[in-house]
């Protein structure tokens, strides 16, 4: 298995990214995906995730109306539109699939991790 994640870097405050995540090694049509980001100091915290077959999404209240998950599964990718960032949006964040637990943005456990991509906003 691997999420090999993409599309971080520096933007300004208001301004926009859009993060990858391209999937192998596992059925990524019927899979439960997330991004979760982790900021210095700070604990993990669940951004966004995705039922893949049914394109059922979570959201942080954090991130709400202004982030967008989705995947096209014919390329096998995960993705997160990041619009109207903020400095406290600035984390690693990573892609993860699978996993147990009830809440569909704090799994106790993540099947698979990418290796992260840094998003700084300043």
């Known amino acids: 298995v691997q999420l090999v994640e993409s599309g971080g870097g520096l933007v300004q405050p208001g301004g926009s990214l859009r993060l990858s995540c391209a999937a192998s090694?596992?059925?990524?049509?019927?899979?439960?995906m997330y991004w979760v980001r982790r900021a210095p100091g700070k604990g993990r915290e669940g951004v966004a995730s995705?039922?893949?077959?049914?394109?059922?999404?979570y959201y942080a209240d954090s991130v709400k109306g202004r982030f967008a998950i989705w995947q096209d599964n014919a390329k096998n990718t995960l993705y997160l539109q990041m619009n109207s960032l903020k400095p406290e949006d600035t984390a690693m964040y990573y892609c993860?699939?699978?996993?147990?637990?009830?809440?569909?943005?704090?799994?106790?456990?993540?099947?698979?991790w990418g290796q992260g991509t840094q998003v700084t906003v300043s």
């Open positions: 993860a699939a699978g996993g147990l637990g009830y809440d569909p943005l704090d799994r106790y456990e993540y099947n698979y």
């Open positions: 995705i039922y893949t077959e049914t394109d059922r999404t």
């Open positions: 090694g596992f059925s990524f049509s019927s899979s439960w």
